[in-house]
């Protein structure tokens, strides 16, 4: 039984910056394809930020690019998404994800993920 756990959340001015991190434990780590969603208070779920299981394929949600960066350290069994120039619109639960390598899927959908973390949150002041 994979599980995730996202830690790093906090309240942060207009243009700062913060780092998740994503501790995953309960499978080999370095198989899984990684990804970040985050979910709006009464928005849907949407895409961030993915890195596939070998680790050199990066994707990002055009909202973020440039601002954005995701990586992992396999040894450490973690995953993190350093977040800079955050504005309001940033303002959401953030979620950490993965999936098996076997599992064939876009890693941009939310659909393609099988675990889940439980979220942390994040807010930027107006």
């Known amino acids: 039984q994979v599980q995730l756990v996202e830690s790093g959340g906090g309240l942060v001015q207009d243009g700062g910056s913060l780092r998740l991190s994503c501790a995953a434990s309960?499978?080999?780590?370095?198989?899984?394809?990684m990804g970040w969603f985050r979910q709006a208070l009464g928005k849907e779920r949407e895409f961030v930020a993915a890195l596939d299981w070998r680790g050199d394929s990066t994707y990002y949600a055009d909202s973020v690019q440039g601002r954005f960066t995701i990586s992992r350290e396999n040894t450490k069994n973690m995953m993190y998404l350093q977040m800079n120039n955050l504005n309001p619109a940033d303002t959401a639960n953030y979620y950490c994800a993965s999936v098996h390598r076997n599992i064939r899927g876009d890693l941009r959908s939310r659909n393609t993920y099988t675990y889940w973390g439980q979220g942390t949150q994040v807010t930027v002041s107006s």
């Open positions: 309960g499978g080999t780590f370095g198989i899984y394809s």
